[in-house]
């Protein structure tokens, strides 16, 4: 069965570029009707999509980081990964990466990565 | 965006129990609404999609209904592991929204 690993930095200073990586093992990052996600949740509270990728290269991001986010896919290695820039404080969150079975607009996510806290501090 | 709004945000109930949390749609998402459950400290898991539809290994005992803009997640007879924080998520239209959660509690 399909596993992800997320991998990175726990500690981001502010301003700097965010980045994370997502492990899949199991299967093949490009096989089937898949996308492969972000989704972060800062403590205590619920969970914000960030986007996701196909492996052959169509992208969706949520509006409200668009600007700041970067998602690829690294077919070679079966990896993809997640670059966040000019981050602050409120950026400190779990990140979750997952996998997206879409036909779109259906869209669910299963299975997801453990999660990676990152904090953004000096 | 469509916002999601789960009912109640927190509900205390029994192993046995039927419980019943509720999600709705700020407008129309037809069928495109799914269900996870967190435990504290792990990742949240898939329950339902497409409303209704049951993920392999879910116990029979959730299930989901609902249509348009309102929609239901009940769970019958409440096992000691059901005690977690429930979200449902619209994929209609991007940016996809989670519900800002229901926490389940042992009474």
């Known amino acids: 069965q399909v596993q992800l690993q997320e991998s990175g930095p726990g500690l981001v200073k502010p301003s700097q570029t965010l980045s994370l990586t997502c492990t899949v093992s199991g299967g093949s990052i490009s096989s089937g009707s898949y996308y492969w996600s972000w989704i972060r949740q800062h403590p205590g509270k619920g969970l914000e999509w960030i986007g996701y990728?196909?492996?052959?290269?169509?992208?969706y991001y949520n509006p409200s980081l668009k600007s700041r986010v970067t998602i690829s896919v690294d077919t070679s290695k079966n990896q993809f990964s997640l670059k966040l820039s000019s981050v602050t404080a409120a950026d400190t969150a779990v990140y979750y990466c997952a996998r997206a079975y879409t036909a779109i607009p259906r869209a669910w996510f299963d299975p997801w990565g453990q999660g990676t806290l990152v904090t953004v501090s000096s | 965006d469509i916002q999601m709004t789960q009912s109640p945000s927190s509900l205390s109930a029994s192993v046995g129990d039927r419980v019943t949390i509720t999600c709705r749609a700020s407008?129309?998402?037809?069928?495109?609404l799914n269900w996870y459950q967190q435990i504290p400290g792990k990742a949240p898991k898939l329950l339902i999609f497409?409303?209704?539809t049951l993920q392999s290994g879910v116990p029979s005992r959730f299930s989901g209904s609902g249509s348009g803009t309102d929609f239901t997640l009940t769970i019958d007879s409440l096992q000691p592991e059901d005690f977690a924080s429930y979200y449902c998520?619209?994929?209609?239209?991007?940016?996809?929204?989670f519900g800002q959660g229901t926490r389940l509690e042992i009474k």
């Open positions: 497409a409303a209704s």
């Open positions: 407008q129309g998402i037809s069928s495109y």
């Open positions: 990728m196909f492996y052959s290269g169509s992208t």
């Open positions: 998520q619209q994929s209609y239209s991007t940016p996809i929204t």
